[in-house]
């Protein structure tokens, strides 16, 4: 599983202005659907979040969620 171009460009830009990033898994409105975002604390000092894909695969996304926590 990977991100899409799109979302890897946002992410980058994530990378470079904000602080503090985390991942996260959450599932969607109890739909068996799960998001993987990432948060961050912007420079106006409030905690942001982006969703960064969306799927059925839980455990694909736990798995990038580690990838990127690494990278």
């Not at 969607?28 to 799927?55: M, N, P």
Request: charged share 30%; aromatic share 6%.
């Amino acid at each position: 599983m990977e991100l899409s171009s799109q979302a890897a460009q946002a992410l980058d830009v994530v990378r470079r202005t904000g602080a503090e990033l985390t991942y996260e898994v959450t599932e969607i409105c109890h739909s068996k659907r799960w998001r993987l975002s990432v948060r961050w604390v912007a420079g106006s000092g409030e905690r942001q979040r982006l969703g960064l894909l969306y799927s059925e695969d839980r455990a694909g996304l736990e798995a990038l969620r580690e990838r990127l926590a690494q990278a």
